[in-house]
């Protein structure tokens, strides 16, 4: 059945390292999301694409985070260069949305992050 | 700004009914969204309400009133397996922003 990867499931770096995370969404979607989620700040969205364009990245630390989508199939979210406080578990949702309504979002698994 | 406002955590009992409140303070709301996340899991969908009213989807319902900037889940003969965390979220037009509420624990009970 379709879903949303996302690799790698755990990750574990040294402060200073840079970090890159994949999603593949499910294919024929056309939106995707990046969130992150920590105990102390619940589930926050750091990005949204439509059609592979970059919509709103507003949630995103500019200075350190990037995220794009080199083609239909693929979404990355790297860090550089990672920090503690990074740490947390990073999800790649992706729906079939079109401006205006509403269209439920499929969670990956999430990339869990440890920054030491 | 956007503020939602959820129990951090609720008890009930296997078969019984348990309403999961969500208050909201947000410009530019467009919809309020309801996702389930089990430990160790990733967020799922539950319901949507773009209008005022309440949708039902099987055991779960959940309603929004926007003069009252409220809107709950309503889960209906509880299991077990609804043991979980229960996340609102509401979105702008375009979905270019989506702000989820910081989660209600539910802890169903034999």
């Known amino acids: 059945d379709a879903r949303v990867t996302q690799t790698p499931r755990d990750k574990v770096t040294e402060m200073g390292q840079e970090v890159t995370m994949r999603c593949q969404p499910i294919?024929?979607?056309?939106?995707v999301f990046w969130y992150r989620q920590t105990m102390m700040q619940g589930l926050e969205l750091l990005a949204y694409?439509?059609?592979?364009?970059?919509?709103?990245d507003s949630g995103m630390p500019k200075d350190r985070f990037s995220a794009e989508m080199p083609d239909a199939t693929l979404a990355t979210l790297k860090i550089q260069p990672s920090e503690p406080r990074d740490s947390a578990v990073y999800f790649c949702?992706?729906?079939?949305?079109?401006?205006?309504?509403?269209?439920?979002?499929?969670f990956g698994p999430g990339t869990r992050l440890t920054v030491l | 700004g956007q503020s939602l406002e959820q129990p951090s955590e609720v008890t009930a009992v296997e078969g019984a009914i348990v309403q999961i409140n969500c208050t909201y303070q947000?410009?530019?709301?467009?919809?309020l969204s309801w996702y389930q996340q089990h430990d160790g899991g990733a967020p799922t969908f539950l319901s949507y309400n773009a209008l005022d009213g309440l949708e039902e989807t099987g055991r779960f319902s959940s309603f929004l009133s926007r003069s009252d900037s409220y809107g709950y889940l309503l889960l209906q003969e509880l299991q077990m397996k609804d043991s979980a965390s229960y996340f609102c979220?509401?979105?702008?037009?375009?979905?270019?922003?989506?702000?989820f509420g910081s989660g209600t624990k539910l802890n169903v009970k034999p």
């Open positions: 294919l024929g979607h056309n939106t």
């Open positions: 949702a992706s729906g079939a949305g079109s401006g205006g309504s509403y269209n439920e979002q499929f």
């Open positions: 694409f439509r059609n592979r364009a970059p919509l709103d």
């Open positions: 979220a509401v979105h702008g037009y375009n979905f270019n922003k989506f702000y």
């Open positions: 947000t410009s530019g709301f467009y919809g």
